[in-house]
Nanobody, 129 residues
């Protein structure tokens, strides 16, 4: 099974940009549906973006036109380019993987982490106004 480690979070001002990375090890990320989720402490998980094994992407309405999810299969890395950040985007961002096509992993996924292949520890994003 793939294991995931995120990086790239940090603190930016409103309007700034960040690129998050999620490095996969133990297996090829190209074999997985992958996504980015954010979860405020004590609150429900929110889907941000998904990329299926055929490259099809899906975005939450709140990030369309500002965020871009991509995958570098040669480097085994998932990315999330975040532009025009607002304080509402501040959160802990996690990457997730589901073996094969996106089935369990959807933007509305609220199930158990044990239901998917991998869940990263998260990288924090802070946006100041």
């Amino acid at each position: 099974r793939v294991q995931l480690v995120e990086s790239g979070g940090g603190s930016v001002q409103t309007g700034g940009s960040l690129r998050l990375s999620c490095v996969g090890s133990g297996d090829a990320v190209s074999r997985y549906c992958m996504g980015w989720f954010r979860q405020p402490p004590g609150k429900e998980r929110q889907g941000v973006a998904l990329i299926d094994i055929d490259g099809t992407t899906t975005y939450a309405d709140s990030v369309k036109g500002r965020f871009n999810i991509s995958r570098d299969n040669a480097k085994n890395i998932l990315y999330l380019q975040m532009n025009s950040l607002t304080p509402e985007d501040a959160d802990m961002y996690h990457c997730a993987a589901e073996t094969g096509i996106c089935w369990v992993l959807t933007l509305d996924w609220s199930g158990r982490i044990s239901d998917i292949a991998a869940w990263g520890q998260g990288t924090p994003v802070t946006v100041s106004s």
